[in-house]
């Protein structure tokens, strides 16, 4: 299973980006997929989750009316739309899966598989 995470960048305060993870080898529809950021000198923290089947979506509180998960099933893919970006939500972002949603989603250490980091910074 691999998973390949790309979109981020550099953008304003208030701006948006788009991150995509691409997985291959599992169907997405069928597997949980989180969303996750690490900030220099701070713990890796999750911030986003689609649920395997339902598609039900969850996000860490900082992020709620912000941030909107997604797939798509025909790509293979999980977007996490990042609108209203801040400061604060500058860091690396990675996706990860797991076969099944887990109830704590937002713990790294329930995820099998991770792809490598997107790096987000936004600027004041």
């Known amino acids: 299973v691999q998973l390949q995470a790309s979109g981020g960048g550099l953008v304003q305060s208030g701006g948006s980006l788009r991150l995509s993870c691409t997985v291959s080898?599992?169907?997405?529809?069928?597997?949980?997929i989180g969303w996750f950021r690490q900030a220099p000198g701070k713990e890796r923290e999750g911030v986003s989750c689609i649920r395997n089947v339902s598609g039900q979506k969850y996000y860490t509180e900082s992020v709620k009316g912000r941030f909107s998960i997604s797939r798509d099933n025909a790509k293979n893919t999980v977007y996490l739309q990042m609108n209203d970006l801040q400061p604060e939500d500058t860091a690396v972002y990675y996706c990860?899966?797991?076969?099944?949603?887990?109830?704590?989603?937002?713990?790294?250490?329930?995820?099998?598989?991770w792809g490598q980091g997107t790096q987000v910074t936004v600027s004041s």
């Open positions: 080898s599992i169907p997405v529809a069928n597997w949980a």
């Open positions: 990860a899966t797991r076969p099944a949603f887990h109830l704590y989603w937002y713990r790294d250490d329930v995820y099998d598989y």
